[in-house]
């Protein structure tokens, strides 16, 4: 099944670097990666323009004008960059890491013509900052780790 990722963002290349580095430990990539940016200054731009080059699957990046929050357009546009093949969607937000086995769950619990809406864990302002130092390593933590809500 050839899967597309759409992930918001808005100002904060930290939290997409974090999630992008979570993308890069699936047990099974995404096929395509755009990131949805909603009016973010050039920093998000360029710093996807560097990881295309590396990145494991084909990663995209589409902006709009800052014009307040306007999420749900800069998502649709973002499915409608994806590739013709892609036959199955999974939107997530800019600041959501995925664990190592987010695109295969998915998969494995797809049906055709179904939607599923799942729900994230919230972590304090201290463990986000310990992530953001780990980047490119792997992030183990699980439901029990101490500073989830």
């Not at 084909?58 to 973002?78: P, S």
């Not at 600041?95 to 494995?108: A, P, T």
């Amino acid at each position: 099944m050839k899967v597309g990722l759409i992930i918001s963002t808005y100002n904060w290349v930290e939290a997409l670097s974090s999630v992008l580095e979570s993308v890069k430990l699936q047990s099974h990539l995404p096929d395509e990666v755009v990131v949805c940016d909603d009016g973010s200054i050039s920093e998000s731009k360029n710093f996807i323009l560097t990881l295309q080059k590396k990145f494991p699957c084909k990663l995209k990046h589409v902006w709009q004008e800052d014009e307040g929050f306007r999420a749900a357009a800069i998502r649709n546009k973002g499915i409608n960059e994806l590739s013709d093949n892609i036959e199955y969607v999974v939107v997530i937000d800019g600041d959501m890491m995925l664990h190592n086995n987010f695109i295969e769950d998915h998969i494995r619990i797809s049906e055709k013509n179904c939607f599923i809406q799942g729900g994230r864990v919230l972590i304090s302002k201290n463990k986000t900052i310990k992530i953001f130092k780990k980047i490119g390593k792997n992030f183990n933590f699980n439901f029990f780790s101490e500073g989830l809500s």
